[in-house]
């Protein structure tokens, strides 16, 4: 399956600096049993109401359970919980 988390994070956040940080902690989440890939699209527009990252996770149902139960998204939350002003999060086959 594929699991899509689609960020827009808050204006006064400099995002891009976290970048290498985001990339890091998430392909952590490649140790996880069953998450298979994971990829990064930065968004090409800045307009208002764009969404500014989409992270897509190729992974199983139970590596998606793993990951949800992991550190990484705890450290996911914890580190840039506060920076987002929304998000989107969407699985499909």
Same mark, same amino acid.
């Given at each position: 399956?594929?699991?899509?988390?689609?960020?827009?994070?808050?204006? %006064?956040?400099?995002?891009?600096? /976290? #970048?290498? =940080?985001?990339?890091?902690?998430?392909?952590? +989440?490649?140790? *996880?049993?069953?998450?298979?890939?994971?990829?990064?699209?930065?968004?090409?527009?800045?307009?208002?109401?764009?969404? %500014?990252?989409?992270?897509?996770? /190729? #992974?199983? =149902?139970?590596?998606?359970?793993?990951?949800? +139960?992991?550190? *990484?998204?705890?450290?996911?939350?914890?580190?840039?919980?506060?920076?987002?002003?929304?998000?989107?999060?969407?699985?499909?086959?």
């Amino acid at each position: 399956m594929r699991h899509y988390i689609i960020i827009k994070f808050k204006k %006064d956040i400099n995002w891009q600096s /976290n #970048l290498d =940080e985001i990339r890091t902690l998430f392909n952590r +989440a490649l140790q *996880i049993e069953e998450v298979n890939s994971i990829q990064f699209n930065v968004s090409n527009s800045d307009r208002d109401n764009r969404s %500014d990252l989409m992270i897509e996770m /190729n #992974l199983s =149902e139970k590596g998606l359970m793993e990951f949800d +139960a992991s550190d *990484i998204h705890k450290e996911w939350k914890n580190n840039f919980g506060e920076s987002i002003e929304s998000k989107v999060i969407f699985d499909c086959e």
